[in-house]
């Protein structure tokens, strides 16, 4: 990989985090939309830990006979960052799976429109507003 | 290679409505991904990816799938906003892009300020070999200590949501996948090693690649593999969600009592050489005590979600 030339890497990167973000803001599927702030999440970290990479360093454990090692910092904040990244998706899935116990769907357009009907049962005609939102 | 393969998988995550194809292959991305960081020379980070993407975090996604839908279903319409709001935020990421210094360039900015000086001055003042532990445990040890207390937070927050689980909702003995008369052997075979290798992940953390984060995934995915195999009542009878709860509170108490401790001595909040006369052998002990309360945190948070969500049954 070292071999790769430049900023080939950032350029993937940036397809992952874009492909994370459409996931998230264009399917209606909550499970979907976490998978995709997972993919947004890991392309971070493929971002941090290439900047953290040294040409012809080697991993930062000290070792004798080696005076070149990547950055740890990059690393540092990356691995608290993947054991945070889990635990917050476990609150996701959890909300994800509450929503469903309460709609009977984890679908965005299924429960928007859920609400809607609430709404009109409760105040005879939908406020304007949810009429915008709903279209 | 390996970008070519994850790029392929976040096309198929995409296109897929099948919510299980997308949950196996967001964990082969995982495991991609963990591939890539050992290329890139970050041990750590790729051994905490591989356990924790690739293993809990599959497993947890499947049983919150359990309680939901497998199928996605058919999208109504396809708005072209999404698709043009990516466009030009990846265009703009891009052109930031072009302006960054190449992969392994060593007079990038992230070579300069701090990362000498941890480099140099762990050996001497720290007298750890792994300088991530280093960094993380002591140089960086506030942070460490605010995301141990995420995690609480977070475990807090699906329990919660969930319930604590246990009692009316589970039945003793009942398997989420059957009777399996292969895999029992094989996972009571596998059990020992992976508990085994979870401690000497914990406790030689200082030295390789390693600690408290991983180890305690390693150690609750034990538990985990156990639960799938043998049924959830046996596993909450080896160790039941009440004590799990009180590790969890354990862990940040460790974690902050060493902080405490070190102000009762009249140094600043986790500052290690209180705890012995000789800075060095101080810095040991510290670390070695952090990382026993962040592996016992992120063990019992871990394996917690995991019972709330695998003890819940489905309702609708």
């Known amino acids: 990989m070292n071999a790769l030339p430049g900023i080939f890497n950032y350029l993937v990167v940036v397809f992952l985090m874009m492909a994370g973000f459409y996931v998230v803001i264009a399917q209606g599927n909550l499970i979907k939309k976490l998978v995709g702030l997972g993919l947004f999440q890991a392309s971070v970290f493929i971002l941090y830990i290439t900047m953290g990479n040294l040409a012809g360093g080697a991993a930062p454990i000290v070792t004798e006979g080696v005076t070149v090692y990547s950055s740890p910092l990059p690393h540092v904040l990356i691995l608290t960052a993947i054991v945070v990244g889990v635990a917050t998706t476990a609150v996701g899935l959890a909300l994800a799976v509450r929503i469903q116990e309460a709609y009977g769907s984890v679908e965005e357009e299924v429960i928007h429109a859920s609400d809607l009907r609430d709404d009109e049962s409760l105040f005879g005609e939908p406020a304007a507003c949810d009429r915008e939102g709903g279209q | ?316």
């Open chain 2, 1 to 316: 290679m390996l970008l070519g393969f994850l790029v392929l998988i976040a096309i198929a995550a995409i296109r897929l409505r099948d919510l299980f194809a997308v949950v196996m292959l967001f964990g082969v991305y995982s495991l991609l991904t963990a591939a890539l960081f050992m290329d890139l020379d970050a041990v750590d980070v790729a051994f905490t990816e591989a356990a924790v993407g690739a293993g809990v975090s599959t497993v947890l996604m499947l049983s919150g799938l359990r309680l939901t839908r497998r199928w996605e279903e058919a999208p109504g319409h396809r708005p072209p906003l999404p698709l043009m709001v990516v466009a030009v935020t990846g265009a703009a990421l891009i052109y930031a892009m072009l302006d960054a210094p190449p992969l392994g360039d060593p007079t990038a900015p992230v070579h300069q300020h701090v990362t000498p000086y941890y480099i140099e001055q762990t050996p001497l003042e720290v007298g750890v070999p792994n300088i991530v532990t280093a960094v993380l445990a002591s140089y960086r040890g506030y942070d460490t200590f605010g995301e141990t207390v995420v995690i609480f937070t977070a475990g807090l927050a699906v329990l919660l949501l969930l319930g604590v689980g246990g009692g009316h909702s589970f039945r003793p003995g009942e398997n989420a996948i059957g009777d399996q008369t292969v895999l029992k052997p094989v996972v009571k075979t596998l059990i020992p090693p992976i508990l085994l290798y979870g401690l000497y992940v914990q406790f030689h953390g200082d030295f390789g690649a390693g600690g408290g984060f991983q180890a305690g995934v390693i150690f609750a995915s034990g538990f985990v593999l156990y639960d799938l195999a043998f049924g959830e009542g046996n596993a909450r009878a080896v160790v039941p969600p009440a004590w799990l709860h009180r590790l969890a509170a354990l862990g940040v108490l460790i974690y902050g009592g060493v902080g405490v401790y070190a102000l009762f001595a009249g140094k600043a909040f986790l500052d290690y050489s209180a705890l012995s006369a000789n800075p060095v052998a101080g810095q040991h002990a510290g670390i070695l005590l952090v990382e026993i309360g962040v592996g016992i945190t992120v063990f019992s948070v871990v394996l917690s979600i995991f019972y709330a969500f695998s003890g819940r049954r489905r309702k609708s």
